[in-house]
């Protein structure tokens, strides 16, 4: 189209998502991955004659137009730095990294001075239908028609387009996803420790804790450096995440500690700040006998009462952090959307949080799973502290291997529900 070519660098799950739609609208694209992989990936696009596999980013970069580079935001530097200076003159490049700090910072130093820079970001996973999901665009330093083209090109996604800074996209992305995943993290670093496959456990079956499972085991079945890179590079997501550990582990001691007053107390402020009447833009409330649809287990005659430490200390951390979570619904994932709707279930259903609040004092049946909960917590926020990229991926692979058997089901179950659960939190 219009004589123009796309360059992608780093051809991974995301990369490819990119290729292929890129490609289905017409435009040509031109790909490339680490040179061992070169067969394969030219085996597999054999098929789309619109996609022509190069054996790496130099031969990529000096004759693609608009240029993305899909790799790990840890590595991001090192590879603009190799392929940058290859850059077809006049070319525009961008990122689809999730942290844009260290992302821009590297353009700045390696490209050349002629080349503009428009950066991007799917926010959601290569498996979730991109048609109305949010694409943040960041025109970081380019003219107008030069915006133009990429919004051109973007367009074949069907995604909302987002306007914004490096600095912005990173404040929300951390707003809205970086607790996110420490929580279910944290979920299923818990259930390793104690030896558990929830889905076999009655009280772990139907209602919110379906939402738990499905949506803890479909990040354990992605790629670490997918929440490592967030997690660790955006200074605003090392700040939450220790607030989550914080949250989680000071609710847990006045669960401990019989404090039912001052327990119930911060629970409700917590809530207050959070859900305050009329926040929410619409209804964004789910039911269990929806929630149920979605079980990997037999749903058992009765409900366990549960204390969801895992949603009180998320309100916890937001209100502690001054979030107020709908603010950034227009440039949230699935995953988010679902975590808010789940929470904001909770909290705003009496009843249901009083019982919450009594279970979490007179009730033992999950202080075990708390223990190990808080224990995760506080070691993911370490981990994400240190900057420790090794020790998160043996953490995440570690816990990915225990609960592999049941990815395919989880993620076609987990489809189903956030197709289902999106339509209700639109």
Known sequence: MDNISVGIIGMGDMGKM????????????????????????????????????????????????????????????????????????????????????????????????????????SLHGPNVDSKGQ????????ASPTSFSLVEKILSCFGSKHVYLTAEAHDRI?????????????????????????????NRYVGGIENVKINVTLRIYSNKWHVYAGLAILNPSAKKQIRQYAESVTELFKLMLGGHREALEKRIKTAGGAVFKAGCSGGDLLLRDEVLDRFSLGKVPQERTPNNHLSLLAMVDCWWKLGIVPYDHMICSTPLFR?????????????????????????????????????????????????????????????????????????????????????????
């Open 134 to 141: 949010p694409l943040a665009i960041i025109d970081h330093r």
């Open 173 to 201: 992305t951390a707003d809205t996803q970086a607790v996110t995943h420490a929580a279910f993290l944290s979920m299923g670093t818990a259930w390793h420790a104690n030896n558990q496959f929830p889905w076999e456990i």
């Open 338 to 426: 679902l975590w808010l709707g789940v929470t904001e279930y909770l909290f705003r259903n009496p009843s249901l949080l009083d019982e919450v609040i009594n279970t979490a004092i007179e009730d033992n049946t999950f202080r075990s799973d708390d223990l190990e909960f808080t224990f995760a917590a506080r070691g993911w926020s370490d981990c994400v502290s240190y900057g420790d990229f090794s020790s998160y991926r043996d953490r995440f692979e570690q816990i990915q291997s225990y609960f592999a058997p049941r990815f395919p089901e989880a993620t076609r179950v987990g489809n189903e529900m956030i197709k289902t659960i999106l339509e209700k939190t639109k």
């Open 18 to 121: 990119y290729a292929r739609k890129i490609s289905d609208a017409g435009w040509r694209v031109n790909a490339c991955d680490k040179v061992e992989v070169y067969d394969q990936l030219k085996e597999s696009f054999a098929g789309r004659n619109n996609v022509h596999i190069y054996p790496n980013g130099h031969l990529v970069s000096r004759i693609s137009d608009y240029i993305i580079y899909s790799v790990e935001a840890e590595t991001i530097d090192k590879v603009v730095a190799q392929y940058g200076p290859s850059t077809k003159q006049g070319a525009i490049v961008g990122g689809q990294t999730s942290c844009k700090a260290p992302e821009i910072a590297a353009f700045e130093r390696h490209l050349p001075a002629d080349v503009e820079i428009i950066s991007c970001h």
